[in-house]
């Protein structure tokens, strides 16, 4: 017998096309049996029905995060935060405090400073030293493309005068040669890796947290690029029946072999625990100013870093594809997307196959030029529109004019291009109705112009890059993502109509209950239920 859930006396959009006018959905078996009016929803009778009067409340397809670091959002609310000291001495007065409360020795790990918003005053070894004499500190930045440790720090991840910088790593040095404390990209991802070693039992509890914390936001499926350790600690909770929301993986590229040889691809698992793309490095962020650039950054001569060459890039999109492995690429730069893009062009000729769905994660800038190219090449857009908004005066600052091809949503969706949303966690919030607001407002406040407001989405078009879009993105495009029969039963409940609200106020609205695979799995009590 199946357990069966109607919702009804509520304002339902499926998001698919067309779109029925709805206000009763009917759950039965993990999936959705029959979407319309109350009075058309059929009388199944093969199981025990439970019913939930919504009360006009409003009814979405499940948000999917498609870029999302679990682990570390659950780790990082654990850490030391940083996010939103406005000067250096601030960050510093909260790592001496920190060190007050720590035993001699003991790791201190923590992140999200963001030396842009200092103004004067850089982060440097010796000024840690003076906070933690006597522990080891390693600190990322809010864009985990750097990290910032102490000289105790730099000794125990092996770091000295005459370290060579790793492929597609700097480590930066003063005048002297010396280190200054700041590792970027693949020499910041290795150092952070040797400090911070969670146990199994700590990484399971901390992937715990932030499942529930996406479960409170309506999040039923994300996206994560991340590695072993996630990957290991997912599997566990899926055993023992605690997941709570679908996981795509997106492992390092550096697992491709391995994959491969066990004859692992892209899409392999279940709908709770499945294998996407590996995730490739193209080049490194806005924030660390080495993301790469077809033209040098503004008021300076460098362009960036291509922290994995175009030709390396190739070679993991040919072998890839012979493994039925998709890339999933990061590439912030304009330089990095049109790399990335020849990298696919030519790999596809090659192999000549056309059913794997790489992407590109984050494109922040694209030349015009590039922008049919990602259509025609079949590759996601994989964005992240509270990016847009947070970076906005930087990406003035270092891009100038070329901001008005930045964050260009609405351009990659009128040259065809599929966007899935994510929100970057813990970079940026995990929330997506803030992700969902920035695409539609391109503004934080309602008191700022919006930024390039030709490229906003509408509200329908924000709300499908955050449901259908990362369904695409993950090959399960007829299974979830929308609300149709047959499709997973996975859906959130928002407290008013999306659709009936200025798009300013959409970040207000709040999630009153979350459903996965037709089971209650947070709610603050969100209807009047019957048996």
Not at 211 to 226: C, F, K, N, W, Y
Request: aromatic share 4%; proline share 6%; net charge neutral.
């Amino acid at each position: 017998m199946h357990h069966e859930l109607l919702l009804y006396n509520a304002r339902i959009h499926p998001l698919a096309t067309p779109q029925p006018v709805a206000d009763a959905i009917l759950l039965r078996g993990g999936r959705v049996a029959a979407v319309g009016r109350r009075q058309e929803i059929p009388a199944l009778s093969a199981g025990r029905r439970e019913t939930l009067d919504l009360r006009g409340r409003c009814v979405l397809p499940g948000f999917i995060d498609a870029h999302i670091h679990l682990l570390a959002l659950g780790l990082f609310r654990r850490r030391l935060q940083l996010a939103g000291c406005r000067f250096l001495g601030e960050c510093l007065e909260r790592v001496r405090t920190a060190a007050d409360s720590a035993e001699p020795g003991e790791w201190i790990l923590g992140g999200g400073w963001d030396r842009n918003l200092w103004g004067t005053g850089a982060p440097s070894r010796e000024s840690l030293d003076l906070a933690a004499p006597r522990n080891p500190v390693a600190l990322s930045s809010k864009d985990l493309h750097a990290l910032w440790l102490n000289s105790e720090g730099l000794r125990l991840v092996g770091i000295r005068r005459d370290s060579p910088n790793p492929p597609g790593g700097l480590i930066e040095r003063d005048a002297l040669g010396e280190p200054t404390g700041i590792l970027k990209e693949a020499a910041a991802i290795t150092a952070y890796m040797a400090a911070d070693r969670p146990s199994p039992a700590t990484c399971q509890s901390a992937l715990r947290d932030a499942i529930a914390e996406l479960q409170r936001l309506g999040v039923t499926s994300v996206h994560v690029p991340e590695d072993q350790r996630t990957w290991h600690a997912l599997q566990t909770l899926r055993a023992a029946g605690a997941l709570g929301l679908r996981v795509y993986m997106l492992p390092p590229a550096s697992s491709l072999p391995h994959l491969a040889a066990l004859g692992l691809h892209s899409g392999f698992g279940d709908e709770f625990l499945r294998l996407g793309p590996i995730k490739v490095f193209a080049d490194g962020s806005l924030g660390t100013q080495t993301a790469a650039l077809l033209r040098p950054y503004q008021g300076r001569q460098d362009r960036g870093v291509s922290v994995t060459p175009r030709r390396t890039l190739r070679k993991l999109a040919e072998r890839g594809a012979a493994a039925g492995i998709a890339l999933a690429v990061h590439a912030i730069g304009d330089r990095a997307v049109r790399n990335t893009l020849d990298a696919l062009e030519t790999a596809k000729a090659v192999e000549g196959r056309s059913e794997l769905r790489h992407r590109l994660e984050h494109l922040q800038l694209v030349d015009p030029r590039d922008l049919p190219r990602i259509a025609r090449l079949g590759v996601v857009a994989s964005v992240q529109p509270l990016h847009a908004v947070s970076d906005r005066a930087l990406a003035e600052t270092y891009w100038g004019e070329r901001c008005a091809h930045a964050y260009p949503y609405h351009s990659l969706l009128s040259a065809g291009a599929v966007l899935a949303g994510g929100s970057d966690a813990p970079v940026e919030s995990p929330n997506p109705l803030l992700g969902i607001r920035a695409a539609v407002t391109r503004r934080q406040a309602a008191s700022e112009e919006p930024w390039h407001p030709e490229q906003r989405l509408s509200v329908i078009e924000a709300l499908r890059t955050y449901t259908w879009g990362g369904a695409f993105a993950s090959g399960e495009e007829q299974i979830k993502g929308t609300l149709e029969p047959g499709r997973l039963a996975d859906l959130v409940v928002l407290s008013d109509d999306i659709f009936s609200m200025p798009p300013d106020s959409i970040g207000d609205l709040t999630v009153v209950g979350t459903i996965v695979g037709g089971e209650v799995v947070w709610t603050e009590g969100f209807g009047t239920s019957s048996t």
